[in-house]
């Protein structure tokens, strides 16, 4: 496929304004080692225990915070037993702030959380507002951190009103540039622009030269946002002079990045731009999400040069080669830079965006086998429900390859028909040295016959990978079937009636209880239709929220179990999505349902096999011989369309693993009235989910 004009370079920015954590003691963290060494010395284990001793290893554990975590936690928690001990609320409110800034950082959200709950509980008490204010901008950090944008902007406000109550305006300025990153995340230019500019002169109020840099930079993120690039522009460079004023890199790098995409249309200044906030990143933080960002937008920057072979458009300078390999092979290099680096800090955004950088410049140069795979890796991570968009490009690419693969061996046959051309003049005139020539005629029918041979074995293997094709695309369609039979209109229009009912009688409760499962299963059912293997607890899940759903569809019409040998490892276990679920549907729709009675049991069951592994369902309704001939009052079906998608389904994997292993079998109970189902699988261990 033709590329057209492509912007390979222009990955958005999004600015976080946040301070991760308000520390109570900023000072001590600066002052490093040596300081801390200092305060260490102080530590009296023979003295009595009082708040000053406590004061310290608080200042002890906040020095640490930036310099080694395991000894912040240690200090942290030692200090926090102490605290307690002499019954120091305000002191016990910081330890607990403290460690909710300590599990924040390490991403451990709901630990944090629970830490910082802890210390607003204890401020509450003590009737501390800083402190209350303090720790709501760090809970609405930890939720914004979590893409809680709602309850991030709650407690944000929160604060904002203890803030303006004790004007206090370091925390105000603060929370205004916080909130305004929420709504430069929301797309609500307006309102992040307004905050921005709230920020921005709150800062200039209080001669804050870091956060009227920031704040601006801020700014000409929301302008640019919004398309509108000369505000943009201004108030980007506005940010840059005040970071160089105070001297800070890390500031001045992240403005210069923004800059470059600004000047998008300026591919000189744009790179100019660019290699400047790199130089930048290099000597501050090379590892840093910022500088991730910039190395790929240089190899963006020239790809888009060499895709569009715009080159010669430029005036000269010293950032653009004269030539289209230099700059194919630059943009390879900082496009594969910046792929590694972000590998290794297993940031999946910036994999997926540079990935299919790299496929766009790789398809466009007809390296389609390695496009494929970048491709591949791009769209894996972007679409967890993968796109039919994706697949047809997918699918694009792999026919260019096989094509190229075609071409090349078309290639391979020219050659030896002209090898063969040239042997006929060989043997024309070499007639008088006839054992020669005997010799040259027998080697080369040799060479003829490996060729054939191995055409042969083209020919076979091509055959078989077309009957694994058909196999999969079989199994695919059985897949489908069994997504559409799991969420079938009739089904999805009884819950909503139900969901309809409870709130039609104020049962509140109940129907949220539905909604969340019914929410629950259909994402379940998504996720697992994308894989033809999924890990056994997601399935287990799923079947457990479609049985809970039914059974209270049927106001517990019925009783239920699941029951998993505990053997197994559910988290490793491999199933195929919506095998089982069919079985489960019949057993309660067509045995427990329609002539209801006290007692009615479903019994699921998974256990080990000698060579794989068994699902039972087992019920003691109507059983096989009273199936019902019509549809009932209840609204079940005539015939459970489940059962042939689950025998077809058997039969594709016994194709697929030729051993014959997976078996179904369905017939009335040994004891009683019921039905009692079973399906034998293999272990599907080198299989990926």
Not at 205 to 217: C, F, P, T, V
């Amino acid at each position: 496929m033709k590329i057209k004009t492509q912007q390979l370079g222009a990955k958005t920015i999004i600015l976080f304004f946040i301070v991760l954590m308000i520390s109570k003691n900023v000072a001590a963290q600066k002052q490093g080692i040596a300081a801390i060494d200092s305060m260490i010395t102080l530590l009296k284990p023979s003295q009595k225990l009082d708040t000053a001793q406590i004061k310290i290893i608080y200042r002890i554990a906040a020095a640490y915070r930036n310099i080694d975590t395991d000894s912040c936690l240690r200090y942290t928690k030692a200090g926090l037993e102490r605290a307690q001990k002499v019954g120091w609320k305000k002191g016990t409110s910081a330890f607990y702030d403290m460690l909710g800034s300590i599990y924040s950082a390490q991403s451990e959200y709901n630990k944090a959380l629970v830490y910082f709950n802890k210390s607003l509980k204890i401020i509450y008490e003590i009737n501390y507002p800083r402190g209350e204010a303090s720790c709501l901008i760090n809970i609405a950090v930890v939720y914004e951190s979590i893409g809680k944008r709602t309850e991030a902007l709650d407690n944000y406000f929160k604060a904002l009103k203890i803030t303006q109550k004790i004007k206090y305006d370091p925390y105000t300025a603060l929370i205004y540039g916080n909130i305004s990153n929420v709504y430069i995340t929301q797309k609500n230019h307006k309102l992040a622009l307004n905050y921005a500019f709230k920020s921005y002169e709150a800062y200039k109020k209080i001669e804050d030269g870091h956060g009227i840099a920031q704040s601006g930079y801020v700014i000409a993120t929301a302008y640019f946002n919004n398309n509108e690039l000369q505000k943009a522009n201004s108030f980007a460079l506005k940010s840059l002079t005040k970071f160089k004023e105070i001297d800070e890199k890390v500031g001045q790098a992240n403005v210069l990045g923004l800059l470059a995409l600004i000047n998008d249309d300026d591919k000189i200044k744009k790179l100019t731009y660019l290699f400047q906030s790199q130089k930048l990143h290099n000597e501050t933080n090379p590892n840093s999400s910022s500088s991730i960002t910039d190395l790929g937008n240089i190899g963006g920057t020239y790809a888009d040069i060499y895709i569009n072979k715009t080159k010669d458009k430029f005036e000269k300078n010293t950032v653009i080669p004269n030539d289209y390999v230099s700059i194919y092979n630059n943009a390879i290099l900082y496009l594969s830079k910046a792929l590694d680096i972000s590998k290794k800090a297993n940031e999946k955004d910036n994999i997926s965006y540079f990935s299919d950088n790299l496929a766009k410049l790789q398809e466009h140069k007809g390296d389609y086998k390695n496009a494929l795979t970048n491709f591949k890796i791009s769209k894996q991570i972007q679409d967890s429900l993968y796109s039919q968009e994706s697949k047809n490009k997918i699918a694009t690419l792999e026919a260019q390859f096989a094509f190229q693969k075609k071409e090349d061996h078309y290639k391979q046959q020219q050659e030896l028909a002209k090898i063969k051309t040239l042997q006929i003049y060989l043997y024309s005139g070499l007639v008088l040295l006839l054992v020669s020539s005997v010799l040259i005629y027998f080697l080369n029918r040799s060479n003829i016959n490996q060729l054939r041979l191995k055409n042969t074995l083209q020919k076979k293997e091509s055959e078989e990978q077309a009957k694994e094709l058909s196999h999969q695309s079989k199994l695919l369609e059985s897949e489908l079937k069994a997504i559409r039979s799991q969420m079938n209109p009739h089904f999805i229009f009884n819950v909503l009636n139900s969901i309809e009912a409870y709130i039609i009688d104020n049962d509140k409760y109940t129907a949220s209880r539905l909604i969340q499962k019914f929410a629950a299963l259909s994402r379940l059912i998504l996720e697992n239709s994308t894989r033809s293997l999924v890990t056994a607890d997601r399935e287990w899940k799923a079947l457990k929220l479609y049985t809970e759903l039914e059974a209270m569809r049927y106001n517990n019409a019925f009783s239920f179990n699941f029951e998993a040998d505990e053997s197994l490892h559910l988290t490793t276990l491999l199933l195929p999505p919506m095998l089982i679920q069919p079985l489960i549907e019949n057993a309660i729709l067509h045995g427990l349902i329609v002539n209801p009675k006290p007692g009615a049991h479903l019994e699921v069951q998974l256990k080990k096999h000698e060579q794989g592994i068994c699902i039972t369902v087992e019920d003691n309704g109507n059983g096989l011989e009273h199936q019902p001939v019509t549809r009932t009052k209840t609204g079940v079906k005539e015939k459970s369309m489940g059962l042939a998608s689950i025998k077809e389904r058997i039969a594709m994997i016994n194709a697929q693993t030729d051993n014959y292993l997976a078996s179904f079998k369905i017939m009335p109970r040994a004891e009683g009235e019921g039905t009692f189902a079973t399906i034998h699988l293999p272990n599907f261990d080198n299989a990926v989910a």
